[in-house]
């Protein structure tokens, strides 16, 4: 079992030498039971059973407006979904992390981190309705990024977004994401963003 940390590390430009060892760390991903990313504010882990209550109570229709998804229509329907998330997570090619406080352990939202064995990463994110306006979303997209560039070796990411929702995009844009796309969605016009790895932030 590799019990390594995920680098926490704050590198102020990619050399040789840190793409060399960010390859080598990539070979193999980190088990999901050592997956710890955090900050001042925010502690990012695999999700769990444990968070499968919360995180339910928090999906609401005002939520995913600009969702591509709609919220589950019972606890049973909920629970078969999370539960297709476990083993994408503990193989490694596909995260969906539980946002918490630091301070008092209390649920945020959900970041994820999709199709990881390919060369198209994709960032995902909702911050519960009542803690808006906290920064956490940006906060927990730039750690994910950050660490999925040093841990796995993403090169870029892409970040779809519907037009509309200005919030969500500048968390793009504040992260050096320009968009490479205009598409429709069937809730909503959508844009893609490209946005470059993240090193430092």
Same mark, same amino acid.
């Given at each position: 079992?590799?019990? !390594?940390?995920?680098?926490? =590390?704050?590198? &102020? ?8 060892? =960010? ?15 955090? /900050?001042? !504010? ?21 939520? =995913? ?8 229509? /019972?606890? &049973? ?40 064995? =390919? ?8 911050? !519960? ?26 090169? /870029? ?21 320009? $968009? #490479? ?10 844009? $893609?963003?490209?946005?470059?790895? #993240?090193?430092?932030?």
């Amino acid at each position: 079992m590799n019990n !390594r940390e995920p680098s926490t =590390t704050v590198l &102020d430009s990619p050399t040789m030498d840190q793409h060399r060892q =960010t390859q080598e760390r990539c070979e193999m991903p980190p088990s999901a039971q050592s997956i710890r990313i955090e /900050s001042t !504010r925010l502690l990012i882990k695999p999700f769990s059973p444990a968070d499968a209550d919360v995180a339910f109570s928090c999906i609401t229709l005002s939520l =995913t407006r600009y969702m591509a998804w709609e919220p589950a229509a /019972s606890r &049973d329907e909920f629970d078969r979904i999370w539960q297709g998330w476990i083993p994408s997570i503990e193989n490694g090619s596909d995260y969906v992390f539980a946002i918490r406080h630091r301070t008092d352990r209390s649920f945020l939202g959900l970041v994820g981190l999709h199709y990881v064995n =390919t060369e198209k990463q994709e960032l995902g994110i909702w911050i !519960r309705e009542d803690r808006h306006g906290e920064h956490f979303g940006r906060e927990a997209v730039t750690l994910v990024a950050r660490w999925a560039t040093q841990t796995l070796g993403a090169e /870029s990411f892409i970040y779809p977004v519907a037009e509309e929702n200005l919030p969500s995009r500048r968390i793009a844009e504040s992260l050096g994401g320009v $968009i #490479v796309e205009h598409c429709e969605r069937p809730k909503y016009k959508a844009v $893609i963003y490209r946005i470059p790895a #993240v090193y430092c932030q």
